[in-house]
C-alpha cells in the first residue's frame, strides 16, 4: 500500500536555526495522524513544506505521490489545508469564497455548484454562507476554513491546530467534522495540535515532535503503555503500613509508595486493579479517598521530553471515583 | 448544564471532482472578479480619490480662470485642467491595500496553496485596478463636458485619453503593489502615497510648462508626468498630436517598466518557497 505522506530526513533551517530536524514518517492512506507538540516545536514548519509553501532544506516529502519540492503543482491539486489561522477574506461571503476556490481548482461552474450544496451540510453553515464572512464566529470561521480545504475533493487533508482558540462547544463540532471527514470519505488527514485529548481522540497514530525532531510515534494507547502504569491514588489517614501490606497482595498491582497519608499503587490496568485494591484496603484501614490517574499522552510527552504539553481544557485526565468512608 | 447537539442529519455522500491547473485567462479573471465584487463593499478606497480630483478640479478652474484667460490667448483653464483631475483621481488607486491585508490575514497563503499562476494573482488584481481606473475617470470626463470642454480628437480621442490615464494609473499602481509585497505592512503601502506628490506637482499640473522657471521647468523636463499630462492635453485641446502621445507614451512604458520590475521582483521574494 502507497503512503499517503512519507517523509525522509526532513530538515528545515531558518538563517542558521533548526525549525524541524532529521524528521521521518509514514502515513497511510485513509489514516488519521496525530502531530503533537508545544508551540514552537516545528508543528507548523512540517505542514508548511507537506503543503508546498516552504522547500525543505535538506530531505524528502512526498504526499499523495508526489514529490513536494520537485512538483509542487500536482501535490496542490491533491491536498487541502486549513493552516493555523483562518486564511479566510473577510469581505467577501462564504459563497463568493468557496466559488473562488472552486474556479482556482479548476471546476467547472456544475461542479461548484454541487460542492457548495454539500460542503454546506457537511461543515454545517447553512444560511450563514450568504453572509460576509467577516461576521461570522471563530467556530464557522474555522468550518469554513474547512470546507475551503475541501472544496475540491482532496485525497489529503492538513489541519494545523484546527481548534486552538475555540471554545469547547466549537471544539467538539470539529472534532466531530474531522472524523466524519475519514470515515465516510476515507480521507487521509494530518493534524497538528497541542492538545493532549485532540490526538488521543482523533488519531489512529500520533507522532511527538520536540525541538524540531520526531521523539516518538505510535497509536495513543501505544505510547502510553510504552513509558508504564496507572496510578491508583488512596488516602488512608494513619493505616498507610497495614493498607500497604494488604494491597501489595492484588493481582496486578507493580508497586506500592506511601507518600505522606496516601497510598501510590501502580499498576498496568488501573480499570481493572482498582476494585480489587478498594476491596483489599477496606478490609485493614478506612479509605477517605481514592482515586485513579491513568496514563496520559502528557505522562508520555513529559517523560520524552522532560516538558509538560498543555490540556485542551482545565479538566484532567484524572478521575476522582468518589469512594469515601 | 446546557446540551451540545450535532447535525444528525444524514450528508450527502460527496460526489467525484477532480482538481486541475484552470486556464490562465480564468485565473485572472477569478482574481479581478474577487477585487471588483469588494469594490462596493470599500467605497472608502474609492470615494476619497474622485472627490480630491472633482474638488481641486472645481477650486483650480474658480481660482485661475480668470487669471489665465485674461492674460492667455485662446486658453482654456477648464481643458487644461481636466488632465490634472483625471491624475489625481487615478494615480496611486490600485487594489495594494487590499493585498497587505490578505498577506496579513492568510488568504495571500491560501491562494498559493491553490494551483493558481502567481503571476495570475498580480495581473488579476490590476486588471481590476484598469477597470476601476476607468470607473473614476468617466464622471470627471463627464464634469468636464458639462463645463464645455470639447475633446478636439473627437469620440475615438474620447477613448484614447481614457486608455491613456489607465495606462498611467496601472504604471503608477504597480509601486504600491511592489511596496505591498515586499513589506506585507499596510502603513507602508499608505505612505507610497507620498511618491505621488513630486510626480504630480513638480510639473505642468496648474501651468503650461513654458510658464515653469528655474530648477522647477528642469526638474518637469524629467518628469514623465509632464508628458502624460501634455499627451492627455493634447486630445483634449488639439486633436491627434502623434509626437506628444508618442512621448506620453513612452513616459508611461518608462514607469512601467520600472515599477513592474520592481513589482515582479517583490512577488518572486514573496512566493519563494526557499
Not at chain 1, 530526513?9 to 531558518?14: A, D
Not at chain 1, 505522562?299 to 476522582?320: K, M, W, Y
Not at chain 2, 503650461?208 to 530648477?215: C, E, F, I, V, Y
Request: charged fraction near 20%.
Amino acid at each position: 500500500m502507497t503512503s499517503a505522506i512519507s517523509v525522509d530526513g526532513l530538515v528545515r533551517r531558518f538563517d542558521g536555526v533548526t525549525a524541524v530536524d532529521q524528521v521521518n514518517l509514514e502515513v497511510e492512506r485513509g489514516e488519521i495522524y496525530g502531530f503533537l507538540g508545544p508551540n514552537g516545536a516545528g508543528k507548523s514548519t512540517t505542514v508548511r513544506i507537506l503543503c508546498t509553501l516552504l522547500t525543505p532544506t535538506e530531505g524528502r516529502a512526498v504526499v499523495a505521490g508526489y514529490d513536494v519540492a520537485a512538483e509542487p503543482g500536482a501535490v496542490r491539486l491533491r491536498i487541502g489545508v486549513a493552516l493555523q489561522e483562518a486564511a479566510l477574506d473577510p469581505k467577501q461571503t462564504g459563497v463568493e469564497l468557496l466559488r473562488l476556490q472552486g474556479r482556482l481548482y479548476g471546476l467547472s461552474r456544475a461542479e461548484i455548484n454541487r460542492r457548495l450544496g454539500e460542503l454546506a451540510g457537511l461543515v454545517d453553515i447553512g444560511a450563514a454562507l450568504s453572509r460576509p464572512i467577516g461576521t461570522y464566529s471563530g467556530g464557522m470561521r474555522r468550518r469554513l476554513d474547512l470546507a475551503a480545504a475541501l472544496v475540491h475533493g482532496p485525497q489529503v487533508l492538513f489541519l494545523d491546530e484546527p481548534t486552538t482558540g475555540l471554545d469547547p462547544v466549537s471544539r467538539a463540532r470539529m472534532w466531530q467534522e474531522v472524523r466524519r471527514l475519514n470515515r465516510e470519505q476515507g480521507m487521509t488527514i494530518f493534524l497538528t495540535t497541542q492538545y493532549l485529548e485532540e490526538a488521543d481522540e482523533l488519531a489512529d497514530r500520533v507522532g511527538i515532535i520536540d525541538g524540531g525532531r520526531l521523539v516518538a510515534e505510535g497509536s495513543p494507547e501505544q505510547l502510553k503503555r510504552s513509558i508504564g502504569n496507572d496510578v491508583i491514588v488512596a488516602q488512608v489517614d494513619g493505616h498507610t503500613q497495614a493498607g500497604q501490606a494488604a494491597v501489595r497482595t492484588v493481582p496486578g498491582v507493580r508497586g506500592v509508595e506511601v507518600h505522606g497519608s496516601e497510598l501510590w499503587v501502580t499498576t498496568g490496568d488501573g480499570a481493572a486493579a482498582v476494585g480489587p485494591v478498594a476491596a483489599a484496603l477496606s478490609r485493614v484501614a478506612p479509605v477517605r479517598n481514592l482515586t485513579l490517574r491513568t496514563t496520559t499522552l502528557d505522562d508520555v510527552f513529559l517523560e520524552l521530553t522532560g516538558n509538560h504539553i498543555r490540556a485542551a481544557d482545565p479538566e484532567s485526565d484524572q478521575r476522582d471515583l468518589g469512594v469515601a468512608s | 448544564m446546557t446540551a451540545i447537539s450535532y447535525p444528525t442529519e444524514t450528508v450527502q455522500r460527496p460526489s467525484r471532482v477532480e482538481a486541475r491547473p484552470a486556464h490562465p485567462l480564468r485565473d485572472v479573471v477569478s482574481i479581478a472578479g474577487r477585487s471588483l465584487r469588494a469594490v462596493p463593499r470599500e467605497l472608502e478606497t474609492v470615494i476619497p480619490p474622485i472627490f480630491i480630483a472633482v474638488f481641486f478640479f472645481v477650486i483650480n478652474i474658480g481660482t485661475l480662470q480668470r487669471l489665465t484667460e485674461s492674460h492667455i490667448q485662446g486658453f482654456d483653464i477648464t481643458a487644461f485642467m481636466l488632465p490634472t483631475a483625471i491624475l489625481l483621481g487615478v494615480t496611486g488607486v490600485s487594489r495594494a491595500g487590499s493585498l497587505v491585508l490578505d498577506i496579513q490575514n492568510g488568504y495571500f497563503d491560501r491562494l498559493l496553496l491553490t494551483p493558481v499562476r502567481r503571476l495570475a494573482i498580480l495581473v488579476g488584481l490590476m486588471l481590476a485596478d484598469v477597470a476601476i481606473a476607468c470607473a473614476l475617470m468617466v464622471p470627471i470626463l463627464g464634469l468636464a463636458l458639462g463645463l464645455g470642454v470639447r475633446i478636439e480628437s473627437g469620440p475615438v480621442g474620447a477613448v484614447a485619453f481614457l486608455l491613456l490615464g489607465c495606462a498611467w494609473s496601472l504604471a503608477f499602481a504597480g509601486f504600491g503593489y511592489a511596496i505591498a509585497l515586499k513589506t506585507g505592512n499596510p502603513a507602508a503601502v499608505n505612505s507610497s502615497f507620498l511618491l505621488f506628490f513630486p510626480f504630480l506637482f513638480m510639473t505642468s499640473s496648474y501651468v503650461p510648462r513654458a510658464q515653469l522657471t528655474g530648477w522647477l521647468g528642469d526638474v518637469a523636463g524629467w518628469n514623465p508626468v509632464t508628458y502624460v499630462l501634455e499627451g492627455l492635453r493634447s486630445l483634449v485641446t488639439q486633436g491627434w498630436q502623434l509626437a506628444a502621445l508618442g512621448k506620453a507614451l513612452l513616459a508611461v512604458a518608462v514607469v512601467a517598466v520600472v515599477s513592474m520590475s520592481l513589482c515582479l521582483a517583490a512577488l518572486r521574494g514573496r512566493t519563494r518557497r526557499g
